[in-house]
């Protein structure tokens, strides 16, 4: 028989040691992500990359362009 136990802790809602996410980290990731680098982001929100690019995906959300050009100029100097 599978036990399921049950842990709340002020301001963030857990179920069975997952984080959820609150509508204030939702809105501060869409706010933050089409510019903003990933370690930024991971901590303004304190959590993982992993926990990030799994909201990422499911809210669908994507990457400005002028963010994507920015990268690849800054990364470009570091291909052979």
């Known amino acids: 028989r599978m036990q399921c ?3 709340v802790q ?3 809602g857990v179920f069975m040691g997952k984080q959820l996410w609150t509508e204030e980290e939702i809105n501060l990731l ?3 992500y089409a510019d903003s680098p990933m370690e930024e982001i991971t901590k303004e929100l304190r959590r993982s990359v992993d926990q990030i ?3 990422v ?3 669908k959300l994507h990457r400005s362009k002028s963010f994507i050009a920015s990268q690849r ?3 470009a100097q570091f291909t052979i």
């Open 73 to 75: 100029k800054r990364y």
């Open 30 to 32: 869409k706010r933050l």
């Open 53 to 55: 690019r799994t909201k």
């Open 5 to 7: 136990r049950f842990i």
């Open 57 to 59: 995906k499911k809210l």
């Open 10 to 12: 002020p301001g963030y």
